[in-house]
């Protein structure tokens, strides 16, 4: 069973940054897909970034150029750094894993972009 934990959500003013990470319970080079989600109230989970076992990445419309996923195989870490943050941003963030035909969650950090 990997464990995901993610952290570095907060309170930040529209047009800051926020850097979240994803720390994993084994090593990240086993996983097929990296990935950032995120859910704000009322609506549906939405894929923000994710990167493959091959470095390549994708990202929603909604934040492409605003927004870099990246790893840290050293420290079984994912990054989301985003920047330029707009109020629309504002949402729980989940970090999720896809190994094989399985998938794994975290729990989820709260990010809120006041205007």
């Known amino acids: 069973q990997v464990q995901l934990v993610e952290s570095g959500g907060g309170l930040v003013q529209a047009g800051g940054s926020l850097r979240l990470s994803c720390a994993a319970s084994?090593?990240?080079?086993?996983?097929?897909?990296m990935s950032w989600y995120r859910q704000a109230p009322g609506k549906q989970r939405e894929l923000v970034a994710a990167?493959?076992?091959?470095?390549?990445?994708k990202y929603s419309d909604s934040v492409k150029g605003r927004f870099s996923i990246s790893t840290d195989n050293a420290n079984n870490a994912v990054f989301l750094q985003m920047n330029s943050l707009k109020p629309e941003d504002t949402a729980v963030y989940y970090c999720h894993v896809l190994r094989l035909l399985r998938t794994y969650w975290g729990q989820g950090t709260q990010v809120t972009v006041s205007s």
């Open positions: 990167i493959g076992s091959g470095a390549s990445t």
């Open positions: 084994e090593s990240i080079s086993s996983f097929n897909v």
